[in-house]
């Protein structure tokens, strides 16, 4: 089957794009309003071509049927500060009207056995094309700073070692997978402090925007 993939593709790209745009104006309303914003930053891709085929060979998914059988061919990631962070994430997705939840994986109260954390969600969502809606089904992450810096190395080492990681490095990753988790669960515990830092920083910096220059 020849494919035509930039066609293919640029409705998983609009999904993306607007998916991104939506996510983050969470953030600007919690500013906007002096709350505590449980989004810190918002990423999404679509996956490479390269990568598509080889998941595609190695699910043995037929091309033809990749906008059914593969969740991720359009991917968000979001990320948030605190763990408590990710279930209000979860639930703002879940109350949206225009996309439709499918699935959720909880990988933070079952992690892989990696050491992977993340929470995803599969989300079907509608975008307008020239011939009409498309339902693009998106692969949403959410997970904490902490939790995918250790989800970056891994996918590195992954990258690597070709899925093959040597078992010393393996036992590491897992060390340092629970090292991550403890960070997460100690930076819990001073949330209101940190936060509370935080807006202070956030009111100086304003002031000292709303300073004339010419009267220093």
């Known amino acids: 089957m020849v494919m035509d993939w930039e066609l293919f593709l640029t409705p998983y790209k609009q999904a993306v794009d607007e998916l991104k745009i939506k996510l983050r104006g969470y953030r600007e309303q919690y500013e906007k309003t002096a709350q505590h914003s449980p989004i810190e930053f918002v990423t999404g891709r679509v996956k490479p071509v390269p990568s598509i085929l080889d998941k595609a060979r190695r699910k043995n998914i037929p091309l033809s049927e990749l906008d059914t059988k593969m969740q991720d061919l359009a991917g968000i990631r979001v990320m948030c500060q605190?763990?408590?962070?990710?279930?209000?994430?979860i639930d703002l997705?879940?109350?949206?009207?225009?996309?439709e939840v499918v699935e959720e994986?909880?990988?933070?109260?079952?992690?892989?056995?990696?050491?992977?954390?993340?929470?995803?969600?599969?989300?079907?969502?509608?975008?307008q094309t020239i011939v009409g809606e498309r339902k693009i089904l998106v692969e949403i992450q959410i997970?904490?700073?902490a939790m995918n810096f250790w989800a970056t190395i891994e996918h590195s080492l992954n990258y690597k070692y070709e899925g093959r990681i040597p078992k010393a490095i393996k036992d590491r990753l897992q060390r340092a997978s629970e090292a991550a988790f403890l960070l997460d669960e100690e930076m819990s515990k001073i949330r209101e402090e940190i936060q509370e830092a935080q807006k202070h920083f956030t009111y100086k910096k304003v002031e000292d925007l709303d300073i004339d220059p010419f009267q220093r």
């Open 105 to 127: 994986r909880d990988y933070i109260t079952q992690k892989k056995e990696s050491g992977y954390r993340s929470y995803h969600m599969v989300v079907r969502y509608p975008v």
């Open 143 to 145: 997970r904490t700073l």
């Open 82 to 89: 605190f763990v408590d962070d990710i279930k209000t994430v």
């Open 93 to 99: 997705i879940r109350n949206r009207t225009d996309l």
